[in-house]
């Protein structure tokens, strides 16, 4: 008999005091999930036939880990989510506004399923929600990415950051290589902020503009 499982606060998959049920559920299943809430998750999650997750607007699911939908399963995604991989066999996943989803290692990998992306998508940034404060969730308010340019871009030995509007006085912004390990943490108040890269290797690093509004990620090579 199929259990639907809803979330009544952000949390940990793990922990039953997020759950409707009182209990945790299993991460391979054929239930329905209602995810209202930031959720992190921390195994594999295996959709098998009959299985359903609606990812609300208010709500997400992020974890450096897979989402596998088989056969018969699906996911209906407003919100945000944010996977190393998806993998889409059979099942089929449709990604709706305001919410974005973020890949990290692979795109979604689709041998006879179906992926539909109506929001924002990427793949390759690398993003954080292991914090109890579910930090990933500002993307729902996410900082408009058309009013933020860096250059040059490739770089050599600086980055110019330029904001289209005024800077919120808790802008912060920090630069992480594709390990996802940051090297660089600053705050910025200017509309125009240079940063110092000469001490970076040649290769490829995400610039994540973060404030109160919400965050934006840019990517860049250094040569």
Same mark, same amino acid.
């Given at each position: 008999?199929?259990?639907?499982?809803?979330?009544?606060?952000?949390?940990?998959?793990?922990?039953?005091?997020?759950?409707?049920?009182?209990?945790?559920?299993?991460?391979?299943?054929?239930?329905?999930?209602?995810?209202?809430?930031?959720?992190?998750?921390?195994?594999?999650?295996?959709?098998?036939?009959?299985?359903?997750?609606?990812?609300?607007?208010?709500?997400?699911?992020?974890?450096?880990?897979?989402?596998?939908?088989?056969?018969?399963?699906?996911?209906?995604?407003?919100?945000?989510?944010?996977?190393?991989?998806?993998?889409?066999?059979?099942?089929?996943?449709?990604?709706?506004?305001?919410?974005?989803?973020?890949?990290? *290692?692979?795109?979604? +990998? %689709? $041998?006879?399923?179906?992926?539909?992306?109506?929001?924002?998508? @990427?793949? &390759?940034?690398? =993003?954080?929600?292991?914090?109890?404060?579910?930090?990933?969730?500002?993307?729902?308010?996410?900082?408009?990415?058309?009013?933020?340019?860096?250059?040059?871009?490739?770089?050599?030995?600086?980055?110019?950051?330029?904001?289209?509007?005024?800077?919120?006085?808790?802008?912060?912004?920090?630069?992480?290589?594709?390990?996802?390990?940051?090297? *660089?943490?600053?705050? +910025? %108040? $200017?509309?125009?902020?240079?940063?110092?890269?000469?001490?970076? @290797?040649? &290769?490829?690093? =995400?610039?994540?503009?973060?404030?109160?509004?919400?965050?934006?990620?840019?990517?860049?090579?250094?040569?």
């Amino acid at each position: 008999m199929s259990t639907t499982w809803t979330t009544i606060s952000p949390g940990y998959w793990n922990n039953p005091q997020i759950w409707s049920t009182g209990i945790t559920p299993p991460y391979i299943s054929a239930d329905t999930f209602i995810i209202q809430h930031p959720v992190a998750f921390q195994d594999n999650i295996v959709l098998n036939a009959g299985a359903f997750i609606r990812i609300d607007s208010t709500g997400g699911l992020c974890a450096h880990h897979n989402i596998t939908v088989n056969t018969g399963a699906s996911i209906l995604k407003y919100g945000v989510l944010e996977v190393d991989t998806l993998y889409i066999p059979g099942g089929d996943v449709n990604c709706l506004s305001p919410g974005e989803v973020i890949l990290w *290692l692979n795109a979604h +990998i %689709s $041998n006879g399923g179906a992926f539909q992306s109506n929001c924002a998508f @990427s793949i &390759g940034p690398w =993003f954080e929600c292991v914090r109890p404060q579910f930090g990933f969730m500002n993307v729902l308010d996410l900082v408009d990415k058309n009013q933020i340019s860096i250059f040059p871009n490739p770089a050599t030995d600086h980055i110019t950051i330029e904001f289209k509007t005024d800077v919120n006085k808790n802008t912060t912004v920090t630069i992480s290589n594709i390990q996802g390990q940051q090297l *660089l943490k600053q705050s +910025i %108040s $200017n509309i125009n902020t240079t940063l110092d890269v000469s001490g970076l @290797s040649s &290769g490829i690093y =995400f610039l994540r503009i973060s404030s109160d509004e919400g965050f934006a990620v840019k990517k860049f090579v250094k040569e």
